[in-house]
């Protein structure tokens, strides 16, 4: 049984270009979590995502930030015109309803 | 809002030295509580879990247990060894049902450094 499963593990993006950013849940999980790690911080929630709704988007940034989860396919975590305090590490957990989350490796996002 | 709050770091232990992290928590309710793990360059493994005030998470010979009457959570091993060098982070969900869970606030993390 597959884990958490994000790619790519490193991306290089230049300023204002797009990045996308792609978790695969456990099998058997319909709930996706996307958090972000600044360096030298710990996680922070961003959006929590069923498949095509958006449950709780309370901590994506207002501007250039979107994610979704299509009804087939990966949950996709979208940033527009990135900027460089746009860098870290990207963090999708899935859970099947029960009290604990699996995480995946990451997506260390470098914007030069 | 939920809170969470861990002990300052870093922590530079040597081998099979005891290991306290402390870890209080604001909340309301009753939430479910974590330590995560976080070895260099991966993401976050879950190192146990209490879900209930009193309940004791344990794994790995890592324990801690639910307090409420002191809103904490604190990471105990007896005897650490140098490949328990990594970054632990303590969490909560709050127990609202289904669609909270996954939906953690974290600590800040801490650093431990154990040398042989």
């Known amino acids: 049984n597959a884990g958490v499963m994000q790619n790519p593990r490193h991306l290089v993006r230049r300023r204002g270009q797009e990045a996308r950013l792609r978790c695969s849940p456990m099998?058997?999980?319909?709930?996706v979590y996307w958090y972000r790690q600044l360096p030298e911080e710990g996680l922070k929630f961003m959006v929590y995502?069923?498949?095509?709704?958006?449950?709780?988007e309370s901590g994506m940034p207002k501007e250039r930030f979107s994610a979704e989860f299509p009804k087939e396919g990966p949950s996709i975590l979208r940033i527009q015109q990135v900027v460089r305090g746009d860098s870290a590490a990207y963090f999708c957990?899935?859970?099947?309803?029960?009290?604990?989350?699996?995480f995946g490796q990451g997506t260390r996002l470098t914007v030069v | 809002g939920d809170s969470v709050t861990q002990m300052e770091g870093p922590v530079t232990l040597s081998e099979e030295a005891f290991l306290t992290i402390n870890c209080t928590y604001t909340?309301?309710?009753?939430?479910?509580l974590f330590w995560y793990v976080q070895y260099p360059g991966e993401g976050l493994q879950l190192l146990l879990k209490?879900?209930?005030?009193?309940d004791k998470g344990s794994n790995k010979g890592f324990e801690a247990t639910y307090r409420k009457e002191t809103t904490s959570f604190h990471l105990e091993k007896g005897s650490v060894q140098v490949s328990d060098s990594a970054v632990y982070f303590c969490?909560?969900?709050?127990?609202?049902?289904?669609?909270?869970?996954?939906?953690?606030?974290f600590g800040q993390g801490t650093i431990l450094t154990v040398h042989p």
């Open positions: 957990a899935s859970s099947g309803g029960t009290p604990e989350a699996f």
């Open positions: 099998k058997g999980h319909s709930h």
């Open positions: 909340a309301t309710g009753y939430p479910s």
């Open positions: 209490a879900t209930k005030a009193d």
């Open positions: 995502l069923q498949k095509e709704n958006i449950i709780d």
């Open positions: 969490a909560l969900t709050p127990n609202a049902g289904g669609t909270s869970y996954g939906k953690l606030t």
